[in-house]
């Protein structure tokens, strides 16, 4: 199937001995069919947070509210069991190790049938068969072989296919990457990279990416969203995010990114300060303690979500419509 999703007014809370800590704030999010939204942002802001909470696998201290529209049924309305179903079949998620997907004593063959338990319509063979094609169309050479391998027998490179393979076979409409490359070195990360840009042509779900590297990001995604301090400080078409950015948060990231370093410049620029302590997030805005462009506002009232003409959304008071 494939659906819209319309994420509105989500947070999560994880409950800790040291307090509740605010991991994701109101966040709003729409996407079609055959969009790949991106989501970037430091360490800590909130992005596993995220996607966890639109693939069902948040950890039991965490508590969230607000609504995940999927092909306009709330998810997080549901009861626990119809919503595993939903998101079990309809929602996949990749994560940046992809060893924690796989139990290390069944052979790659044996657990990508696991992965294929809605199809009741299929027996074994036939699932065999839609494995092998799958493992071919991930790059892997040699399906058959590689089937009878047990995962700490491959690459990284190819454990990170495989787990790409193992998401795709349970024809999800809505397929999360987190940060699917970070683990890998450069050579493996463009040949994933080259896989997803691939998919992204041929696939005709929703693609969520959450990647540090803007580069992956400008090239593979339609729309992308910036995250801070557990919010969307701003989201818009790729272009309008690359070339315009409106808030400062935005203009420091891409400041900072190696692709875009200024050789002329000795070091790396980095942003000064820390992200805010999520246990007790500031009253006005998030960035506010870092910003470039602060003034009196910034430290006392939340800036509220502005929506230019273009779709773009930034949320600060320096922005005018
Ligand atoms: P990274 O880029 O390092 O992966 P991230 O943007 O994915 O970071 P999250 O992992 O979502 O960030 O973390 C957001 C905040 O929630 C952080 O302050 C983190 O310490 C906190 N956090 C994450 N998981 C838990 C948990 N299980 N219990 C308590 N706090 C958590
Ligand atoms: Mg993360």
Redesign the pocket.
Known sequence: MSASLAVRDLSVR?Q?PRGE?H?LRHVDLDAEPGQVIGIV?E???????FVSALANLL?P?AMVEGAIGYGGTDLVGLDPCRRRMLQGNEIALVSQDPMTAFNPVLTVGDQLVDFQHHRSDLGRAEKRRRIAAMLERVGISDPERRMNSYPHELSGGMRQRVAIAAALLTDPGLLIAD?PTTALDVTMEAQIVHLLAELRREYNGIIVLVS?HLGVIAELCDRVYVMYGGEVLEAGDVEEIFDRPRHPYTRALLACDPARFDERLERLPTIPGAPPN?IDPPPGCSFAARCSRVFAPCHTTHPAAKVLPTGHVARCHAVVL
Do not use: D, I, R
Not at 43 to 49: E, I, M, V
């Open positions: 994880y800790t800590v991991a942002g360490s800590g802001c909130g992005k596993s947070t950890p201290n940060e540090h999520l």
